[in-house]
């Protein structure tokens, strides 16, 4: 005789890692690229930087969009908004990495980051430096903020490749 | 500064001097780049300086809306004396599109401006403020695509840079500049220009940023402008390789493919051919990747749905070199750095119609027509880049081919001033019908190079709209006349039934010249801005109702960004300003209304899909009817002082009528 007996998700977490869900950061919603409808025009990138800076700048972009044309490969470079944000840890000025309550996502408080770099070395994903960049007209790291939960980059995308994914929370 | 960057690159290759000059000399009364670079013309090219002499400018502009996102930015120009012009070298324009437009404004120029000559194969490396001229020993010999892949090893991946190919090194005539995978500035032969200052490439990375006056208004108007050119949506897979519809072959499996990718930077039109990768050559192991649209797609087949073009070639088919071969083509021509439209529509053109209507060019080639054999392309365009043999007589284009061989002058497509057909009905562009065809002649006649890429594209857009009704609405609306697409192309009968009759005559030789020169005042604002020709001017969008598109929308874009307010009519105004200098600089070489009305033989012969010839004395009429809304002189062609002053160009009338130029 099968017996099933229902339990909640919720109540899954709760009884298989108490410890580890009482420890646990709110999750983030994230910006996901997808690079087969990805185009690489790159207004992602300045619709980031003038939503953000006020200019449009391929530097000042808080997602990256890399492509060789030489031998078609592209890569679409969005914050992870990780579960266990490696940059949130890592940095050791108080109050200078929050999280957003409204969206979770992983913030830079740009008054008062010192630009140590702490963030971006140890962000698992940011090899090629632009996920976190360091902004060298204000000397602060910069990182995706998903803009208050209506990321510009998507609104920006006509060939549809970003998409905002929501975690289940 | 709003959207212009500031300054002005100039770089002096003989004395090895760099050094900057204010943008604000110049703007807003030039624009940007098309304008700048005819006054810095004015000022500094000596007339009758031979492309090749050590004193001509190689200009590199871009405008102040180049790398902000929106539809057609980015995209940037490249000017001088250009080699290919025939008889002699003059002035042109011609544009290129990639990321360098927008990379070079990151790094704080609006342009850069390049006399002299280096003593040994150099490049120019800027980075920001740091601006060095380098020793390009290691780069020099090799292909446009390895050139880059250096440039990117020496200085990082974001580097973006325009290079010459081995066809620019050895001079060609016709090489391009060339950036990416199939970007060049194609018209004219500027590689050449670079190859004879050996000056191997312009490599740009900026961190700098371009600062907008009204951030909200910009993206609302350029999305607005986006919303008529491209709308939200996922680009199909690539099925086919084909050129157009009517002639059909199918992908094959092993060769990947994608639409619309790698665009100009910030750019969302998405206006690029089909990229490439991994195709199996036919000579070659690999052809890794390469991007084939426009013109480069001929390599893989063309057809013909003319009927005299189909008696001329003998069939449906030009030539069918199939997916493999006719992509290995594409990017051969790539990367030696030729220019794709004078090896199609000139050089292999008039072979192969010499070839089918029984004219014998082996003898003098040394080697056999064979269009349908990729050992000839491969032949054919490496004797050409290293001017191999009769490569040597090819690579002077051509007109002076024919000038040496003198064989099949009439099949060698070159409408003036050794510039290819485009926009003639009588070439490459069989399909482009009469009346259109009429105001191409004038097209051509008032113009320095192919005037069909960035002035009369959106001519022939209106010329071929499919419903009648709408097209003479849309005419209507758009020059106030119906007269600009009238006499009705559905209507005249062909050659043989009659042809058109003397009403339709009349009709096809009136009202043209006002929509011409609304088209050329406005690519000079387009070419200024820069904007791109495949979306502006916005005069057609299919994507509305009623298919009108918005001309004030470039007015919109240039507010927006640079905060200098400036309405549809005032931009109208600058752009026939540099319209007219651009004009007294050819005056000052030498032009007049003989060279004007050089483009007539052409156009007389009969045209491809009706067998209709130019009726030259309406198009003489035509022509004095031009110059008169011009203000300029009708026997001569030369702008008259009272014009000139009203555009504020008092200087410019005074030098000409010191040279005895001008008009009495």
New interface residues.
Partial sequence: MEVSVQVSNEAKEKVVTPLAASMRLPRSSWVKGDTE?C?????C???C???H????????ARLNV???????DTSIETCRQCDVPACLYACMVPGAMSIDPKTGARLIDEDKCVGCGNCARACPYNAHGGIIRLN?AKNVYIKCDLCGGEPQCIR?????ALSYEQKRV | MYGWAGKILRVDLTSEKVWTEETSKYVPRYLGARGIAAKIAWDELKPGLDAFDENNLLMMMTGPLS???GPGTSRSYVFGNAPQGYPKTWYMRTSIGGRWG??IK?AGYDGVVIRGKALRPSYLWINDDNVEIRDAGPLWGKDT?TT??LIKQFHG??THSIVCGPAGENLVRYAVPAT??ECAAGTGGMGAVMGSKKLKAVAAQ???????AD?ER??KVGEYA?DMI??????PPVTEVSYEPRYSIPKPDYI?A?R?????????I?CKGT?F??VPGKLYPTT??TEVSCIGRSFIARGTTSSRMERLVGGRDWYNLGAEAGIENAANVNRYGLSHWEVIVGISMWMHLCKLNGIDLEQDLGFPVEPENPRFWDTLLRKITYREGIGDLLAEGGPRVIDKIGKGREFLKTVAWGVCEHGGGRGIWEWFTYPHWVAGALFWATDYRDPYSDVAHKQSGLGQFPDPKRRVELAKWLFGTEGAVLPLQEEVKDMEQGGPTPQQEDLAYADKAPMVIWHQNRSVIIGSMVLCDSGFPLTISRLRPNCHGDTSIEAQLFSAATGVEMSEAELDAAGERVFNLERCLLIREGRTRKDDETVISFFKQPDYTKGIPLDEVRFRRLMDQYYTLRGWDVSTGVPKREKLEQLDLKDVADELDNRGLLPA
């Fill in positions: 409808l185009s690489t025009c790159g207004t990138e300045l619709y930087s003038l939503s800076e006020g200019s449009a700048s391929r530097s000042k890399i492509s060789d044309r030489f031998t078609g060298p920006a995308c006509r060939y549809l | 790398g902000l996102p927008a990379e990151y695509f880059q892949r991946h974001e990416e995978t900026g961190s700098k940023a371009v600062r907008v951030r910009w993206l986006a491209h709308p939200y949506k996922k680009s990947q994608r619309e990718y790698n665009p100009c930077y910030g750019c969302d998405g990229y990768i991994n890794n990747t």
